[in-house]
């Protein structure tokens, strides 16, 4: 009983891991700045893809490409990864500025 909850949590975690851009075969064996560039990237390609470049969207795709294999996984440099977070921060500021905008002119509208 026990080994079959076991089985059934892994499949659960696995599912999880997926869904958020994770290998789970490779996921206990990668460095964390790759971890969290990986993170970013999934995140990035999927919520604001709108707002990436060509080069921005192709520096991800090759960061996705490379993290689905273990070896390759295992040559990611640093550089790499950041680069890829200092795209999500570019992204981020983008989104911030956007944000405030919006607000501006939804407090601008309310005092009118």
Known sequence: MNAYKNYKDDALTADWLRDIGFNDKTFNTAKLNVVRAQTMAHTLLTQHRALLSNSQLHSLTA?????????ESQRITDAFCHCVMNINTRI?????????????????????
């Open 63 to 71: 960061f996705e490409q490379a993290c689905s294999n273990k070896r």
């Open 92 to 112: 981020n500021r983008k989104l911030f500025k956007q944000h405030r905008k919006l607000n501006k002119t939804i407090i601008t509208a309310t005092n009118i």
